[in-house]
């Protein structure tokens, strides 16, 4: 019996023995769990990514540090360190592969001289001041021509015509007899001779006033007889420009004959831009080549800056003086003028290329970093053939983008256009169609085809993480719309132009009215 209680007492401490090894066992292993689980969390909590801020849902330029809402009721859009911070802090942010598939290049913002060349283009003209009209003073008719053509050339003093005139007639006679009177009295008092004189200067005066040459006064002088005809002599060396005369014809005084044009120098009349016209001064000497003798190079003068500008070109007249030997250069013929500007002093430039102009402002692409770009408004001075000066919004040293910055500047308005680099080469024009717009499906409330805009209430919109809405939408073209009214259910695809403009490029009507899913205000 002892025994058998000295077993059962065996058995107990064993059992008891067992509970408390398997309890601390448990304790262990619940310990072991709990730490593991803390660590755990402590981990996921060091990973947690750190809040930035809260940027507009319509791509506005506009942060919240506290999670708001805009007037359409959209939540602000949480940014995180890590993510695409620029365009809310207006940078773009674009990946190494993107800028190497975009080919953007940059170049330093440096001091130069900006030489430069104003270009314009001019035509020939005759010299206004070399003209010369051969017009009778006296009534008669034309007996002959010696010059018969429009465009032959002459000499000076060249016989151009002879006239018949009876007042020219009458006075050589009345010089002649004149002239004879003056040497019969010569041995007859002082009086008498001075009258004769006086008489005979008159008339000589008169054929003078008349334009006969000096050659056939001296002729009737010498005691010639008067003559029938006269002939009528070119004044200058040049072309005939016009010729009225006709063998036979009778001519009133003052009536312009022959007119005739000295060559020798001509005018170009340059049209030189606006812009250009401060850079010009009287005296500048500009080269000048002509289609005519693209071999050949001409210089002249800058004489003349006409007060008055061509509002439809808006350009100003400029006056260059040239020779013109050997009558190289025609009338009316086309010329191109290069006027070289003296280099000014050293100015902060960019290159052309990396000016942005968006008709109201002039941008630049800084480079911040590689794949990090920052919008800047600059102020612009002088510009050359290559480089334009930057007076304002570019420090000296900084990299400007030079190609591809009008690819970058999309990324600021839709950075969805660049996304679909990436892509593979042969589902490029699908991803390229998706990532420049965004689609949605709802219902046309409202067309203003005035200001040609529409009113939509659609659905959610994943590429943007847009609930479903009401909201105005721009118009691409107003044949858009077509037949459709309010009311109906339409698909569309859209992309944003500037910031917070959104503007449908396809537009489908699908039928009668449905939901457009959760409606703004």
Same mark, same amino acid.
């Given at each position: 019996m002892k025994h058998r209680y000295m077993a059962v007492f065996a058995i107990v401490l064993l059992a008891a023995g067992a509970g408390y090894w398997l309890g601390k066992t448990r304790v262990g292993a619940g310990d072991t769990a709990s730490t593991t689980a803390t660590a755990a969390s402590a981990a996921a909590a060091s990973k947690e990514r750190k809040l930035l801020y809260y940027r507009n849902p319509m791509g506005l330029p506009d942060t919240s540090p506290v999670p708001k809402k805009d007037s359409m009721g959209m939540d602000y859009i949480a940014v995180y360190a890590g993510e695409d911070e620029g365009t809310a802090a207006g940078e773009v942010r674009i990946s190494t592969e993107k800028v190497q598939k975009l080919g953007v &290049?940059?170049?330093? !913002? !440096?001091? *130069?001289? =900006? $030489? *430069?060349? %104003?270009? !314009? $283009?001019? &035509? %020939?003209?005759?010299?206004? &001041?070399? =003209?010369h009209a051969v017009a009778p003073k006296f009534e008669g008719w034309v007996e002959r021509l010696h010059v018969n053509a429009t465009g032959q050339p002459v000499g000076k003093g060249q016989a151009l015509f002879e006239v018949y005139s009876p007042e020219l007639v009458s006075a050589q006679r009345e010089y002649m007899v004149a002239a004879k009177g003056v040497a019969a009295l010569k041995d007859a008092p002082a009086e008498a001779q001075a009258s004769m004189r006086q008489l005979a200067e008159a008339s000589l005066t008169r054929l003078r006033n008349w334009d006969i040459s000096e050659e056939q006064i001296k002729a009737l002088a010498a005691g010639g007889e008067a003559k029938r005809t006269l002939s009528f002599r070119s004044p200058v060396a040049g072309v005939v420009l016009e010729k009225k005369a006709l063998a036979g014809m009778r001519f009133m005084p003052g009536e312009t004959l022959y007119q005739i044009a000295d060559v020798s120098s001509v005018w170009v009349l340059a049209d030189v831009f606006e812009r250009d016209i401060g850079l010009v001064k009287a005296g500048q000497k500009v080269r000048l080549s002509i289609n005519a003798y693209p071999e050949k190079s001409f210089t002249g003068t800058i004489a003349y800056i006409y007060p008055t500008l061509k509002a439809e070109t808006r350009t100003v007249p400029v006056r260059i003086e040239l020779a013109n030997p050997g009558g190289l250069l025609k009338p009316a013929m086309y010329a191109s003028v290069d006027l070289a500007v003296g280099a000014r002093d050293k100015v902060l430039t960019v290159p052309v290329s990396a000016v942005i102009d968006s008709g109201t402002q002039q941008i630049v692409l800084v480079q911040k970093a590689v794949g990090r770009f920052e919008p800047r408004a600059v102020k612009l001075g002088a510009r050359s053939d290559d480089y334009v000066e930057v007076r304002e919004g570019v420090a000296d040293g900084e990299a400007v983008v030079v190609a591809a910055n009008f690819l970058i500047d999309a990324e600021s308005n839709l950075k969805a256009a660049l996304g679909g680099l990436s892509a593979a080469p042969g589902d490029a024009a699908a991803t390229a169609g998706k990532a420049v717009s965004h689609q949605a499906t709802g219902k046309l409330d409202a067309i203003d085809a005035k200001a040609g805009a529409v009113t939509v209430t659609h659905g959610p919109v994943p590429s943007l993480k847009w609930p479903g809405m009401t909201m105005d939408f721009v118009l691409a073209n107003s044949s858009l719309i077509g037949n459709l009214k309010p009311g109906a259910t339409i698909e569309f695809s859209f992309v944003e132009r500037k910031p917070g403009e959104w503007v449908i490029v396809k537009l489908d009507g699908t039928g009668a009215s449905r939901p457009a899913g959760h409606q703004g205000h």
């Open positions: &290049r940059t170049e330093p !913002a !440096a001091l *130069r001289e =900006l $030489a *430069r060349q %104003v270009r !314009a $283009a001019g &035509r %020939v003209e005759i010299d206004e &001041r070399r =003209l």
